[in-house]
Structure formats: C-alpha cells, structure tokens
C-alpha cells in the first residue's frame, strides 16, 4: 500500500496549507500531495474562501523538493485543453517531473453557473471530457496536433517545451461513471481515483474499470487505483486505518488521507505513525 495526502485549498490559508506540505515532503511515506479545483468551497458554506487550484499547486511545487503533486481534480470545462496542457507541461517543468494531471468531466452546478460555464447535460459532459483527454495527450507528446470535435477543433498546433516525464505525466481521471468515464479512464489514464465509498463499491466499479481495459486493449495494471478516504474532525486514525485496510483486500494500491480544515502539520506524524503497519 502506498500513501498519499489532500489538502483542499478551501476554508483555509495559505500558511497553513504550506506548513502542511512542507512538513509532509519530509516524511517518506507520503509519496504525494493534492489539492482540489474548485472556485467555490464544496461540502461547505459555498460563500468561504477558496484559493484556486492550479495556482496554489504551482506555489507548493516551488515550497517542495520531493513530493509528487496533482489536482482531484480539474473539471475539464473550467479551461480549454490546449490552455491545459500548456499549464500541465510548464508545472512538469517547473516541479522537475513530479505533476499528477488530475482531470474529470466536472460536476459542480453552482459556480459553473455563477461564472457563466457551460456544464451541460451528463452526456454532453462525457463527450467534451473524452474529446479533450484527445486532445491534451495529443498536445503533450505530438510535434503538432491537429483535431476536429464538436468541442474542439485545432490546426497544426503546438505544446512547447515538453514536460520532463515522458511521453506525458500521468494522467489521473477522477470519476465513477460506469458507461463513459470509466471507458474513458481505460483509454486514456494512468490513474484513477475513487471519490470515496464502500469497499464492495470501490471493486465494482474497479471490475467495470477492469472490463472496459479489455475492451479497449488496456492491461488493467497499467492503471493505479486510488481512493479518496477521509479523517474526520475527531482525529480518528484507527477509523483511516480500518478502511484503507478493507479497501486494500479489493485492490487499492495509493490511498489519499483527506485533511480536514484547519490544516495543520501536526496531524501528520501521528498519521504516519498509524499507516506504517499496512506500507
């Protein structure tokens, strides 16, 4: 099993965030950090504060020298492909290999609407997410893409300078729907990261995962299986432990301990401590 941490940039600050990363970059078992993108805060009063999510990921590259960092993730709508990958490929850059591309189809109705971002219907929104998976990998390992979509259209384009990791960093589809985002998962990821629920859940939509590679001519080990799994406000590393531990019988191989606010550096030798047994 392998461990990773996430900071939301939500109902926070940026002090505490960086205190947090900076600690956690120098225990070894937490392979990564992550952040989410949103604009408002989810789960939350919607009228808090939200630092935004690229911009932050960037800062906490440059406040590192080891963990690897990603979004969970950047909902496919908020930026146009091309204008992603171009931040994908410099944060490559910047952080000397270590960027996680955290992507998804999107979700929130709220701030979509609020900012005049078109979500769209479900299927819409699959659509838009599997032409622009296309078109990112395409811009971050081709000379020049060209690509005519519904969404998307592009003519001889160019993505320049590479990033360090070669053909692409990888690519972290978050999302659980059966029919198309797990068929696109099995086309285009590396990673694919569980939102967070039950272990039967996580090894259903693990076989359905697992069924698409097939179809599509994927090695399903080819893909790392993630889980979101949270640690309440009460401290509770035993209930972490329990869960990741159940979640691992079905197969998960990174489990990511998401932080609860106020974000502190010192939860995380007591957490270390507690998953040391299942590393």
Known sequence: MRFAFKTSPQNTTWADMLAVWQAADEIEIFESG????????????????????WVTLTALAQATKRLRLGTLVSGIHYRHPALLANMAATLDIVSGGRLEIGIGAGWNEEESGAYGMRLGPVKERSDRFEEACEVLVGLLTNETTTFEGQYYQLKDARCEPKPVQQPHPPICIGGSGEKRTLRTTARFAQHWNFVGGTPEEFARKRDVLHRHCEDVGRDPKEIMLSSHVRLGEDGDFSSVVAEIEALGEQGLDLAIVYLPPPHTPQVLEPLAKALEPLA
């Open 34 to 53: 992550w952040t989410f993108d949103h604009f408002y805060p989810i789960f939350s009063d919607p009228t808090g504060p939200c630092l935004e999510g």
